[in-house]
């Protein structure tokens, strides 16, 4: 969930500077030669320097009069990075390709009341809405990782408790819990505080749960050992080959914008086409 920004106006104002504000509270001002006055104002980025942090975000501008007062000051308007009608859509979009496999969606902890985003009203029907998008719903919350307050720990209780009761008994639930100090977002190491794992039990529920996430993310870290193993044997381009009857973007950093294609995905669904991928890069090592 993020809240709604637009550089476009529709009222007039004369600045005397504008300022940036990113995400990382990083503030630029940039000092107008004169007052300029304003019916549309747009801002775009033409380049970036690189740092300590690879990501960044334009979080609001802001415009100065003489006084020092800021023009363009209005409450946020928080709005969902996606509706739960179009959600619903790509839900069903997705399953026919494989309706035995389940479709996972991870919400945020918005639909706890603690945060204040939605009227009560809205946040329930909302999130209701999103919960059948999805075979399993899950969720992410982070007292310490997230905000260094270890005094909220009970919400990885709490939240899962209250996404239990909105999904009902027959759809199952999963939440991620934290393992770690705070990040960027929580000042300095030192001062954060050490992380005791939280388990998200609820009603009827007497272990964890086993994460099907990181044992995939094992299974991958396996077969990323054994394409470099083969790559050094017999050549990227053999290699290549055979990735590529299967997954469509080794190698590459970023996806295009095109990429997610239900029509035609950048992986293969056929789980035999897997398999023989798998033996042909074995039998490359022997």
Request: proline content about 7%; charged content about 30%; hydrophobic content about 35%.
């Amino acid at each position: 969930m993020g809240r709604e920004k637009s550089g476009e106006h529709a009222f007039e104002f004369t600045a005397h500077r504008i300022r940036r504000r990113l995400a990382t509270a990083t503030r630029w001002t940039f000092e107008l030669p004169k007052p300029a006055t304003f019916k549309d104002l747009r801002m775009k980025v033409l380049s970036t320097v690189p740092g300590k942090q690879e990501w960044g975000s334009i979080s609001e501008i802001e415009a100065f009069d003489q006084a020092g007062k800021n023009l363009l000051l209005s409450p946020p308007r928080w709005v969902t990075r996606d509706t739960p009608q179009h959600t619903l859509e790509q839900y069903r979009q997705i399953k026919p390709f494989d309706p035995s496999r389940p479709v996972f969606m991870t919400l945020t902890s918005g639909f706890h009341p603690q945060f204040e985003k939605w009227p009560d009203e809205r946040r329930l029907r909302m999130y209701a809405d999103f919960i059948r998008a999805a075979d399993v719903i899950g969720y992410d919350v982070y007292p310490i990782y997230g905000w260094n307050k270890p005094e909220w720990i009970h919400l990885v209780h709490d939240c899962t408790q209250m996404l239990a009761e909105m999904a009902g008994p027959n759809k199952p639930l999963y939440a991620w819990i934290e393992t770690s100090k705070g990040g960027q977002w929580t000042g300095e190491l030192a001062n954060q505080k050490e992380v005791t794992p939280a388990w998200a039990l609820v009603k009827d529920l007497h272990g964890p749960v086993l994460s099907r996430r990181l044992k995939l993310q094992r299974e991958g870290l396996e077969e990323w050992e054994l394409l470099k193993l083969a790559e050094k044997k017999v050549g990227r381009q053999k290699v290549q080959t055979i990735v590529d009857r299967v997954y469509t973007c080794l190698g590459k950093r970023t996806w295009p914008p095109d990429a997610y294609n239900p029509a035609k995905p950048m992986w293969s669904y056929d789980e035999r086409e897997w398999d023989k991928a798998r033996q042909e890069i074995i039998d490359a090592l022997r």
